[in-house]
């Protein structure tokens, strides 16, 4: 069975179409890191990608007033010389708005995308049963079985049922939440 965050890397990966993406995992935030001078590779074929992620970032602060450049993270990867290197890097959202800022014919498929998958997810707001049926089909496009799509749905839901229990009941903290499904799960 595939992770979810194994699907977000590999969502994320097909859409370079197989260009390495270096990423790394933040099991606290649940929530991958990408490296931003990859990405700018990847969407320009810039002989040096860090000059135009250099150009990039001092548009994006003087013309666009834009954060993006304050949400970067330095993480150490492994660079083509095959040391660990700080590189700036992005969360999925940071990401998905670099993309959005780099003009180049190999961003609009993305920025396509983009616009699509906002529009579905407008059109789940006015309408929750696309959603639902959209999970669905995503979970049979997986192979799960019915019974398994079933089971899940309603674990869910039962899921949904119990926490909204215990915050009736004063439960508010994460830890806390931790705590009693710990206990759940230990009984």
Partial sequence: ????????????????????????????EGDYYFSVVDVIEA??????PRNYWNMLKKRLIDEEESELYTKCVQLKMVAKDGKLRSTDTLD????LRLIESVPSPKAEPFKLWLAQ??????????????AINRALDYYRSRGYSEEWIEVRLKGILNRN???????DNGITESYEYAILTNEIYQA
Avoid: C, H, Y
């Fill in 1 to 28: 069975m595939i992770s979810m965050k194994e699907n977000k890397l590999q969502t994320i990966t097909n859409l370079f179409e197989g260009k390495e993406i270096r990423s790394m995992w933040n099991a606290e």
């Fill in 43 to 48: 969407l320009t074929d810039s002989q040096n």
């Fill in 92 to 95: 999925t959202k940071g990401i």
């Fill in 117 to 130: 998958t906002g529009s579905d997810r407008i059109d789940e707001v006015f309408d929750p049963e696309i």
């Fill in 161 to 167: 049922k119990l926490t909204s229990v215990w915050k």
